[in-house]
């Protein structure tokens, strides 16, 4: 039996029987992933957001979103450089516990001539 590249679903061929074992292998298998990839996402209008660190700019260089229940969703924080143009931002997500860190990701800042942000790329 072939299976995807992919994730190795099942993939009965024309000749072979279809086998209930293998569909709901396949059924299981795809209800996994998209539950990882539902918990990945972050619903904006769940969370608060806390400003913190504020410079003489008054910029603030953390942001921390936050769960109804208090716990932490979101940490974005301003490094690099001097205030206003700051150079990177880290952000790093964390799962429901508020703690265990799911994935963390840093941007690159540049700025036009007039010191407005115009681009972040991930770095």
Known sequence: ???????????????????????????????????????????????????????????????????ANGTLIIKSILSGGTSPTYTTKTETKYGADGATVEWSKAYALTYDADGNMINEVLI
């Open 1 to 67: 039996m072939k299976t995807t590249t992919n994730y190795g679903f099942k993939k009965p061929e024309g000749n072979e029987s279809v086998d209930i074992a293998d569909l709901n292998f396949n059924a299981d298998a795809i209800d996994q992933k998209l539950k990882s990839v539902d918990s990945s996402l972050v619903d904006n209008s769940t969370y608060s957001t806390y400003k913190l660190g504020i410079d003489s700019n008054d910029i603030y260089t953390q942001v921390l979103r936050k769960r």
